[in-house]
């Protein structure tokens, strides 16, 4: 049998955790994923997963094996994409995370124009406002929201992430339309907090020379903005939120800008990568895409 096969069939079931699961994601039948792995066992002349009728897990020389075999065909694919590179063919699968508004709002219509761009390309989107460890991970390109610390990848620097207060105009009429950001004091804020970092409850405001810091009171702290955006549409208080996932909202109607001759802060972002000898095509092609259409 092909090594490389058999590793692949072998990484693959102890990603999705059965024989059925892997032999569809590799177009194989289940048959043949088990012959890979018992193909390899038998070449290790030890057992490599530990097989029961209702699970499958690891043996201790199976997770070592398991960890190699990744870097194995890492090298293998990042070896095939050589080729691509000569002839400048971005192909294969990217796998790419970013927050969940960022990327529903502003990277999701990027991305969908770059897979039209390249056919040839798949991209694994993960959204998730957790903190993702890229290596570990095995993520190609991360978005990074805030402030960076400092890391040995390599940082490209996007256009900021704007935040807006607003609430809806049921709300105003009942509680009141803040003149200056000390009024917000006494109103009923909705507060983002997600899963990694403290709930974001100081709000800053900036006018001329002028800086507010505003520490809100809330009653309701969400860990998606969406959320925080429904509350805002049924009344429920102000909110501080990205200006591209309300920004229909405003248009309509259905929010109004509170405070609009203050400034709102803006958020860095950045798209980060490993420099490391794997960069291919495809993540050339997707950085270039990228720096296009979301750059400074």
């Not at 190699?68 to 796998?95: F, H, N, Q």
Request: a neutral charge.
């Amino acid at each position: 049998m092909d090594r490389l096969a058999s590793m692949a069939a072998f990484v693959k079931t102890v990603e999705v955790g059965s024989f059925a699961t892997a032999a569809s994601a590799l177009n194989m039948s289940p048959q043949m994923i088990a012959k890979h792995v018992t193909w390899l066992e038998s070449r290790l002349g030890t057992r490599l997963l530990n097989r029961t009728t209702r699970r499958q897990s690891l043996t201790d020389i199976g997770k070592a094996y398991y960890d190699r075999c990744k870097l194995v065909l890492a090298d293998a694919d990042w070896a095939d994409s050589l080729a691509d590179e000569a002839k400048g063919a971005p192909r294969g699968r990217l796998r790419v995370n970013a927050p969940v508004s960022f990327g529903t709002h502003r990277l999701t219509p990027v991305i969908a124009r770059y897979l039209r761009q390249y056919p040839t390309v798949e991209v694994d989107l993960v959204l998730s406002d957790r903190f993702v460890d890229l290596v570990e991970e095995e993520f190609e390109a991360v978005f990074r929201v805030g402030p960076l610390v400092d890391s040995s990848f390599i940082a490209r620097e996007l256009a900021p992430f704007r935040l807006v207060a607003c609430a809806s105009p049921d709300y105003l009429r009942e509680r009141g339309v803040p003149a200056v950001p000390t009024d917000l004091e006494t109103h009923e804020c909705l507060v983002y907090a997600s899963t990694s970092a403290p709930a974001v409850s100081e709000w800053r405001f900036v006018r001329g020379d002028e800086n507010y810091q505003i520490d809100v009171k809330h009653r309701l702290r969400v860990n998606d903005a969406k959320a925080l955006l429904v509350a805002a549409l049924n009344g429920f208080g102000v909110a501080f939120i990205a200006e591209d996932l309300v920004g229909e909202s405003l248009r309509s109607g259905r929010l109004v800008k509170v405070l609009p001759d203050y400034e709102t802060p803006s958020r860095p972002i950045h798209l980060i990568y490993h420099p490391d000898r794997r960069q291919t095509p495809k993540l050339k092609s997707f950085i270039s895409a990228v720096i296009g259409e979301l750059g400074k």
